[in-house]
C-alpha cells in the first residue's frame, strides 16, 4: 500500500545535523529554501560544499575564520576560499568542523550545470561519510526533453548506455538514472531520500506519483518526493505494509 502525505520538509531534517544533496534538478534552490527556512526556526545554518558553490552573500571563507556573527546571522554560506564567483569545496573533516559550530550544515556534493539530470564522472559525487540524510535531486522537466538537452555529462550517458543523444527520455528512460552508476553513485539508501522536483510543471500528476513509486520499489530508497519550491509544496510518497 502507497501513502501520498503533504510534508513540511524542513521538519523531516529534524534529527539530521549533516544533510547533503546531490544529482541536478535545481539542488541549490532546494538548498537555499531549507536553509531559509530552518534558520526562520531558529536553527544555525551553514551552506557549503565539497565541489563549488557561488558565493552569494553571505558567505565565508573558511580559511579566513569563522566569526560568531557569521555564526548568528542567519545561513551563511562557506568555502574553502573564493574562486572568480565561487566558492571552493570543503574537505569531510572541514565539512565535520562546521557541525560544531551551527546546528545544520547543508552541503552540495554535486554539480550539474543547472540540468535536471546527470550523469556522474569518475571523481562524482563527493559526498561526506558522516551525512546523516543524502537528498538526491531530479527535475521532473527533463521528462520529455531531449538527452542532450536535459542531461548533465550526456556523452558519458550515451557511451555507457548506447542511448541516442537525440532520444527522448520517457518515464522508463528516467526511471534509468536511479542506478548505482548515475544518480544514486556512492548514495547509501537507508540515508537516501529522493526529491522528484518542479513538480508543478507536471500536466499529469499521476506521471509523476508512478515515477516517485517506481524509484522506491526499484532503489529501496526509504522514500521520495515530490517538490515544489515555489509554491512551498512538498508530498512524502512511501511504501507501507498492509
Sequence with gaps: MWHFQKIDIVKLLTDGKYITFVGGGGKSTFIE???QKASLKGKRVAVTTTTKIYAKEPYVCFDEGIGRNAVESGPVRIGKTREGEKLT??????VARLGEL????????????GKP?????DHE???PPFSDIVFVVAGLDALHGRVDTCVFRWEFFCA?????????????????????????????????????????IMKKRNEAARLAKGIVERTGCREAI?????????????KVDG
Excluded at 515530490?226 to 512511501?238: A, C, D, H, K, Q
Design 33 to 35: 529554501y531549507i536553509a
Design 226 to 238: 515530490l517538490s515544489t519550491v515555489f509554491y512551498n509544496l512538498f508530498y512524502r510518497v512511501t
Design 89 to 94: 569545496g570543503l574537505s569531510f573533516h572541514e
Design 160 to 200: 555507457a548506455t548506447g542511448v541516442s543523444r537525440d532520444a527522448d527520455i520517457n518515464p522508463d528512460l528516467f526511471l534509468r538514472f536511479f542506478t548505482d552508476t548515475m544518480l544514486l553513485k556512492g548514495v547509501e539508501r537507508e540515508k537516501c531520500i529522493v526529491i522528484l522536483n518542479k513538480y508543478d
Design 117 to 121: 539530470l546527470k550523469y556522474p564522472a
Design 125 to 127: 559525487p563527493v559526498i
Design 102 to 113: 551551527f546546528d545544520m550544515v547543508l552541503v552540495e556534493a554535486d554539480g550539474a550545470k
